[in-house]
């Protein structure tokens, strides 16, 4: 196969030389036959975590080893902005699982964002994007939204000097003509959008204890307290697993072994009908997009993966320890996921939306308690936050 790959390279260049301008359609066949081999996501290895499923990806944006790469520059730098302050990674942090420890993030002209930022562990799973719109389907349309965004402005970017500036860096009209072949005039803004969502799909958390102890089945990689919390959070009493069950913690999920993307907004008692009167749409989950007052409050269930690193919780993070900037992160998750425990065990406030089949009170003793707070902090995946192929290459 590599072999036919460089025979058809060495060909491809030879009738490049000699015919440059007599059979430029056949030249073009040519390229694009080699662009189609060059991203093929055949050829892409996605190390997937035990237990984990072959994601689906969009067939006019293959994985590729180089487009992942490139992407991984793309989502660092902050040339992707209007003013060069911000990038995605402003916002999204991989030390905190992609996340940024604020309530509410702003953007690069100090606009305050009216969500939380969302992490990013595993997004190639989500069946939709965001808190609480259900339109975005894949992650290429949803860059366009930090990226070009005006409601609230991320990053800002308005004009396309942000094409000229790529353009004039050897590293990037390298990395763009490995990454979709051709030369620089494939510094594009789909390009750019493809390969940053390439990046993400890259982005697989799938070893925390929890999976060393499910799905390595070592016994040893859990202790006693969160055993009892893991079986807690699966059991009819606590009902966690309903909304953030399966190998991703949610059941908001898509891949190659689901015949369609599963998507449920459920309204968790995480506000009141009272607190929600007050707020604008743009707070108020899928109402904003369906217009439906029973819709008001109902957002798509997070990921619990790494959830010790992605307080404050919830779309708004209301949930959240008292230190406004807190050094001692295990100390402030234990605090803020008590908060959350403490909601679900009350049966969440009183709204008319909320999903009163799961959502409902239930009595938990104060070591029980610290069980299901042992057994989510479990979640976290070291290897995960510190996997170099994440990391910033500017540093
Ligand atoms: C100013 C902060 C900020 C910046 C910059 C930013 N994001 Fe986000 N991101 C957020 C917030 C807030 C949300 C939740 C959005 C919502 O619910 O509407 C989010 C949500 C997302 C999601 C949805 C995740 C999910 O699980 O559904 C993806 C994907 C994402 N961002 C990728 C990016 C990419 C790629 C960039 C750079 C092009 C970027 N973000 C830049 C704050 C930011
Ligand atoms: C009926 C579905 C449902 C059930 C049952 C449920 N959750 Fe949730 N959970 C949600 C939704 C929806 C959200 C997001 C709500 C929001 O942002 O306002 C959420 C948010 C969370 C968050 C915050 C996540 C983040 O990234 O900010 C945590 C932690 C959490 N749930 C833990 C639990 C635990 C523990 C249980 C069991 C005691 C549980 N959930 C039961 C639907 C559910």
Same mark, same amino acid.
């Given at each position: ?136 389907? /894949? ?71 929890? @999976? ?158 610290? @069980? ?9 995946? /070291? ?8 990391? @910033?290459?500017?540093?």
């Amino acid at each position: 196969m590599k072999f036919i790959l460089v025979l058809l390279i060495l060909f491809n260049c030879e009738v490049f030389e000699k015919k440059q301008n007599k059979d430029t359609n056949r030249n073009l066949v040519l390229f694009a036959l080699l662009n189609n081999r060059s991203s093929s996501s055949s050829s892409y290895n996605w190390n997937l975590p035990q237990g984990f499923p072959t994601p689906r990806v969009p067939s006019e944006n293959p994985m590729s080893e180089a487009k992942v790469e490139l992407g991984r520059f793309l989502f660092y730098d902050k040339r992707l902005s209007g003013n060069e302050t911000q990038s995605c990674a402003s916002c999204h942090l991989q030390r905190l699982a992609f996340t940024d420890g604020k309530d509410f993030p702003s953007g690069i002209t100090g606009e305050v964002h009216p969500r939380n930022s969302q992490n990013l562990a595993n997004v190639v799973y989500n069946s939709r994007l965001t808190w609480a719109n259900n339109g975005l389907l /894949t992650l290429e349309q949803q860059s366009r939204i930090p990226l070009f965004g005006e409601n609230p402005i991320e990053l800002g970017l308005s004009n396309n000097n942000y094409l000229a500036k790529l353009s004039s860096d050897s590293r990037y009209r390298d990395f763009f003509s490995k990454a979709f072949g051709g030369g620089s005039e494939n510094i594009t803004e789909q390009n750019i959008r493809f390969a940053l969502s390439s990046f993400q799909r890259s982005l697989l958390s799938g070893n925390s204890r929890v @999976d060393q102890y499910t799905n390595r089945t070592n016994r040893s990689a859990l202790n006693s307290s969160e055993i009892r919390g893991l079986d807690l959070f699966n059991s009819e009493v606590a009902e966690c697993f309903h909304c953030h069950g399966g190998f991703n913690f949610t059941d908001s999920i898509n891949h190659q072994n689901v015949t369609q993307a599963e998507v449920v907004y459920t309204n968790n008692g995480s506000l009141s009908a009272v607190e929600y009167s007050v707020l604008p749409l743009n707070k108020k989950g899928l109402m904003e997009v369906t217009g439906k007052s029973t819709d008001e409050g109902k957002f798509k269930a997070p990921s619990l993966r790494n959830i010790a690193l992605t307080f404050p919780y919830m779309h708004n993070g209301s949930f959240k320890c008292n230190v406004s900037s807190p050094t001692n992160i295990d100390a402030c998750a234990t605090e803020a996921l008590g908060k959350v425990i403490d909601n679900y065990a009350m049966g969440g406030k009183t709204h008319p939306n909320k999903d009163t089949s799961f959502i409902r009170p239930f009595s938990i003793t104060s070591q029980e308690r610290t @069980d299901l707070i042992n057994f989510l902090k479990a979640l976290t995946d /070291t290897e995960f936050i510190n996997n170099p192929k994440h990391s @910033d290459p500017f540093r």
